[in-house]
């Protein structure tokens, strides 16, 4: 029987009754009175020089209540980067200034020269249109390598190139290169790993209010963590400490990463609800998302594996460049070093690994962590690689992993990583098991039968979650702890309320949380509520990303519900007149071992707060207690992934036609809402697999600037659900946190773009097609242009 | 979007008189422009609903065979009441977009459109058919002027749409993935007199016959009939999606496939 409540029982997500019948309550449903509203006027060339910006006229237009310019905001500080990368030459990462609204010149289609603050957004647009803009096209650099070139032009004039950081990490070059010249086989790609743009259902919106009387702000933000941005936005742009800065993060629509960061449009929103003394209100347009929410991705890799005779990998070492874009948005320096680099060991026990990356700085729009973050990059590199020397080899793709896979644990990689455990063997096992490897050849056959050409691709993965010990990310840059927090209130009757600095935004911690601490006390869920999303209600946090929360803040949630439980003990002690030590809690209830006396967790809770009869003598009343959880490594989620592809050979179209997770996540809190975020994260995959496509010309105007152009996937892109089974059956906890657990939002996006990319391969080798690779998304045309290169 | 005023006339004699206005313009479904409103790439002063109009709704057959669309007329309705009729045209508007742009986009915006991905010029364009205004009634093969232009005048309102009904007529639309417009698509239509080949989504000049398709057919009406034929790739659309090459060869196989699916 699966459990109903508690840990491990699927249930329904007590959020989506808000959310399916609309009564979420979304930063763009909060309208405060008396509220303005902002029209940024956006950059239409990719890179320019402000001459002028000439906003006389525009100011007399009717309903303008203030436009901004650059101008307003010297003197203020730029948005700033929260990762310090280290160059391989010992020299920091360059940083070069990221004004709230361009000062001097513009660096991508997108940046904001002026801000429009009116009565209505109608007019604040109308106004814009007459602002007289003097800006100087330049050339673009949108290339990264033609970035690099000697003498190309410079995104930011300060710095001496367009080189971020040239990184360097892993084994060193006297051994890689010993290890390479010593290879019996070595096999070599080039890829592109395509940029994306997120794309939540909701787009960004900020509000920004301020109270006069107590000199107050309070922003109103489409964020993962609210936290995060008081500190950023208080702290390095606006200078408003703590206490007169608010930051909520209500109902937030999806956010897949480009939620994180802190924006120009949220800094700007707050100071200029100051300025004006009015409230605020941006809300971003779909068009609007596309030139100003960071991207994902876009790497450009080469990638080499040296094999030893007998088919061991003795060694990888990878050319990357990340681009940047134009600015550094707040993770992005980290996503091609620290969560990218780390994770190219992959799940082999290859005796060196070397990771080299250059990132760059574009005129296009600023890069940074999107759904997988860096860790995608790594898998889809290492994996198409490894089927290449498959192929090359002629020896079966799955044979050839498992023969690689690390088995004894913990592992420490050559890429400062510690696995703490995992069995890459059993979802190995179980992916081949429930996709019905034997059978393939048969479904091939039925494939050609109808003309088509059909592919299994297999494809193994690793992430590093639940992000991260600070102390070892201090050491690798990070100007932040990235711990969590979380308050367990329990009320006099017993009900309880949990703040939690982790945010939820479709993840469904709502539910799952609850679920923990009833668990843990022996009390129904209804009678636990999260609060999260507010900076004025919860101790702190470090927010949602990284597949952390659960991992993270939901282990804090444990060690604060911990503290209740030996507190209550107390209580419960006292009020049964016996030793503390003898009190057991169970279903809710406290007794004395070994007798049938028992107090209710009701009478405990309300004991705390009448206290008549209380040991006042030996602690306070009340009960409510906080804990902080930094975790001491990271957790490392692993699986096993196939999927079948059919190919027309006419039309180059692919199709997936069946797909397979074997997913090890540790330990499970809730079944289904762990199989959601894996569809989701497939979904997702298989978007950037056969999709998606962010794309500039070579004057940096955006291509896919909109649904017309940019493929997202829908119901139909995706495997029919009797051919498409997500699985979490094989579990290794987390040997070091409270719960076990590993983390499961991100795992479908990484998984999935190397074994859909791998079985269009198949497919068209099996077609006669000497096809080695196709940059995604692999669609029809770019197909059909290989089977005919 | 900048403001404007609104009419909505319930004959066509008063919209054509409110269209007579400084800088009017005739909304159908919407589905083109609103959006194009939305983004301020339109300015008019007036904007005259046609929705309101009975007699530019419906589908009906005309006495000498003839399937006659109203212009107001939306795909949904085709797609379900020109099914016992004309089945190949009804099953072209069943896979315009989805049903929230079926049920509000009319037949004769999107010729007014002429969108060069659109569905439906190949329809009209393929069947022959003739575009009847509030003056006076066009061929097809005289009506589509490349991409997004039309030979209607300032004004005029395409009142219905008069489709003869073919022997049999398929399409075949390889859709663009992100727009699901139609990346290449041809209507095929046989007609007692010979075969129609029209294809939409490839050229740089919008819809057009490709006769030496339409040849090989009135004479063999099977996909095979096709298979050793090809248009170049000069003046095809390049673009994210697909290269020219990438459309001339399409229109091959979807002329194929139309007349494997005409019925
Ligand atoms: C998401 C989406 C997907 C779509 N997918 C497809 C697709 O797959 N295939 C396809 O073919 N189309 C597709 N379309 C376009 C759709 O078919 C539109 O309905 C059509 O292009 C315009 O028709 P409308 O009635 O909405 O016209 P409107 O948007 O109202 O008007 C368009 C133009 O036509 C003029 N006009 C309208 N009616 C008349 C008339 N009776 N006489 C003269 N001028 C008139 C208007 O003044 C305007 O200039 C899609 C649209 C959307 C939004």
């Known amino acids: ?789 | 979007m900048y403001s404007f005023d609104m009419v909505r006339p319930t004959s066509v004699a008063d919209a054509v008189s409110a269209l007579g206005q400084d800088e009017a313009q005739a909304l159908g479904g919407g589905q083109t422009l609103i959006p194009t409103l939305k983004q301020r790439l339109a300015m008019p002063s007036v904007l005259v609903s046609l929705s309101g109009i009975d007699e530019l709704k419906g589908v009906c057959r005309e006495d000498n065979g003839d399937l006659s669309i109203g212009g107001g007329t939306t795909h949904a309705t085709v797609a379900a009441e020109a099914a016992a009729h004309y089945p190949g045209l009804a099953s072209l508007a069943g896979g315009i977009g989805d049903p929230a742009v079926r049920n509000r986009g009319t037949i004769g915006g999107s010729l007014a459109n002429n969108d060069p991905s659109a569905c439906y010029p190949a329809a009209a364009l393929g069947s022959g058919a003739t575009i009847v205004t509030n003056t006076r009634e066009i061929a097809a093969d005289d009506y589509f002027q490349g991409m997004f232009t039309t030979a209607l005048e300032e004004g005029e309102i395409i009142t219905s749409v008069r489709f003869p009904v073919p022997e049999a007529a398929g399409y075949a639309k390889f859709e663009q993935p992100a727009s699901r417009f139609a990346l290449t698509a041809v209507y095929v239509a046989k007609y007692a007199d010979g075969v129609r080949v029209a294809v939409t989504g490839a050229s740089e000049n919008g819809v057009f016959r490709w006769t030496e398709a339409e040849q090989a057919l009135s004479s063999n009406f099977s996909p095979d009939a096709v298979a050793g034929l090809s248009v170049p790739a000069d003046g095809m659309i390049s673009d994210l999606h697909g290269t020219a090459a990438y459309r001339a060869h399409l229109v091959g196989v979807m002329t194929k496939r139309a007349v494997a699916a005409a019925s």
Not at chain 1, 487 to 512: D, K, L, Y
Not at chain 1, 654 to 661: A, D, L, N, R
């Open chain 1, 1 to 789: 029987m699966p459990k109903d409540h508690g840990i491990g029982a699927s249930q329904k997500r007590r959020e989506d009754v808000r959310f399916l019948t609309g009564a979420g309550n979304y930063t763009d449903d909060i309208n405060l009175h008396g509220q303005a509203y902002v029209y940024f006027l956006r950059s239409d060339m990719a890179h320019g020089k402000i001459n002028k910006v000439d906003t006389e006229e525009a100011s007399q237009m009717p309903g303008v209540v203030r436009i901004f310019t650059g101008a307003d905001f010297e003197g203020i500080g730029g948005l700033p980067c929260g990762w310090q990368v280290t160059d391989k030459n010992g020299d920091p990462m360059k940083e070069p200034a990221h004004p709230v609204l361009a000062q001097g010149k513009v660096r991508h289609v997108g940046d904001p020269v002026a801000a429009v603050v009116a009565d209505s957004l109608e007019e604040a647009r109308t106004a814009a249109e007459a602002i007289e803009l003097d800006i100087e096209e330049l050339p673009a650099v949108v290339d990264m390598k033609a970035a690099l070139a000697d003498g190309a032009t410079k995104v930011h004039d300060d710095l001496s190139d367009n080189l971020c950081y040239d990184w360097q990490f892993g084994t060193d070059t006297e051994a890689t290169d010993k290890a390479f010249a010593e290879a019996a086989h070595v096999t070599t790609l080039e890829l592109v790993n395509n940029r994306l743009v997120a794309n939540p259902m909701e787009p960004r919106v900020a509000v920004g209010d301020y109270s006069r009387a107590n000199d107050e702000s309070t922003l109103y933000t489409t964020s993962q963590n609210p936290h995060v941005i008081r500190l950023l936005m208080g702290a390095f742009v606006l200078g408003i400490p703590e206490h007169k800065l608010r930051v909520v993060a209500p109902d937030v629509g999806g956010g897949f990463g480009t939620k994180i960061f802190h924006y120009a449009e949220e800094a700007f929103c707050t100071f200029a609800a100051r300025q004006i003394n009015r409230p605020v209100k941006w809300t971003s347009s779909r068009s609007e998302a596309f030139m100003s929410d960071a991207h994902g991705r876009d790497h450009v890799t080469k990638i080499e594996l040296a094999l030893d005779a007998d088919n061991n990998f003795t060694a990888v070492r990878t050319d990357t460049y990340a681009n940047m874009g134009a600015y550094l948005s707040t993770f992005s320096s980290s996503v091609p070093t620290w969560l990218h680099g780390t994770l190219m060991a992959g799940n082999y026990k290859t005796p060196a690994v070397q990771v080299n990356v250059k990132a760059v700085f574009t005129n296009t729009v600023p890069v940074d962590a999107y759904r997988g973050a860096g860790r995608p990059e790594a898998t889809f590199q290492l994996e198409r690689v490894i089927d290449k020397a498959a192929r090359e080899l002629g020896v079966d793709p799955i044979a050839l992993r498992r023969q690689n896979f690390i088995t004894q644990f913990p592992y420490e990689t050559p890429v400062a990583v510690a696995y703490d455990t995992g069995d890459y063997e059993a979802t190995m096992a179980k992916m081949e098991e429930l996709m019905d490897i034997p059978g393939f050849p048969e479904r091939r056959k039925a494939s050609e039968a109808k003309g088509k050409l059909r592919g299994l691709g297999v494809n193994c993965f690793i992430e590093a979650c639940g992000i991260a010990p600070s102390n070892l990310v201090g050491q690798l840059g990070a100007r932040a702890g990235l711990y969590d927090a979380a308050t367990v209130r329990v009320n006099a009757t017993g009900s309880i309320s949990v703040m939690v600095g982790a945010h939820s935004h479709g993840q469904g911690h709502e539910t799952a949380f609850p679920q923990v601490v009833a668990e843990m006390l022996g009390i129904d869920e209804s009678m636990v509520d999260i609060v999260h999303g507010d900076t004025s209600k919860i101790p702190f946090g470090m927010g949602t990303y990284g597949s952390r929360s659960i991992a993270v803040c939901g282990s804090a949630m444990v060690r604060a519900t911990e503290k209740i439980i030996n507190k209550a003990k107390k209580i419960a002690a006292h009020l049964l007149e016996a030793a503390e030590t003898d009190i057991e809690l169970k279903d809710g209830q406290f007794s004395v071992a070994g007798t049938d006396k028992s107090v209710a967790w009701g009478d405990v809770t309300l004991a705390a707060y009448v206290p008549h009869n209380y040991p006042l003598e030996d602690i306070e009343p009340g009960l409510e207690e906080t804990a902080f959880y930094d975790p001491s490594n990271f957790t490392y989620p692993a699986g096993a992934y196939a999927c079948e592809v059919e190919l027309d050979p006419e039309t180059g179209e692919v199709t997936i036609e069946k797909f397979v997770s074997a997913d090890d996540f540790g330990n499970v809190i809730n079944p289904m809402i762990v199989e959601g975020q894996v569809h989701g994260g497939i979904a997702q995959g298989i978007g950037q697999a056969l999709l998606e496509n962010c794309a500039y010309d070579e004057n940096g105007q955006l291509l896919s600037a909109s649904y017309m152009d940019y493929a997202m996937p829908r119901a139909d892109d995706l495997p029919h659900m009797a051919n498409y089974t997500v699985d979490h059956s094989c579990q290794t906890p987390c040997t070091h946190n409270p719960l076990g657990v590993k983390g499961c939002g991100e795992a479908g996006a990484i998984g999935s773009p190397p074994t859909v990319v791998n079985a269009v391969i198949d497919a068209l080798q099996s077609g006669g097609h000497k096809v080695e690779h196709i940059d995604m998304p692999v669609s029809p045309s770019r197909v059909w242009a290989a089977m005919n290169g």
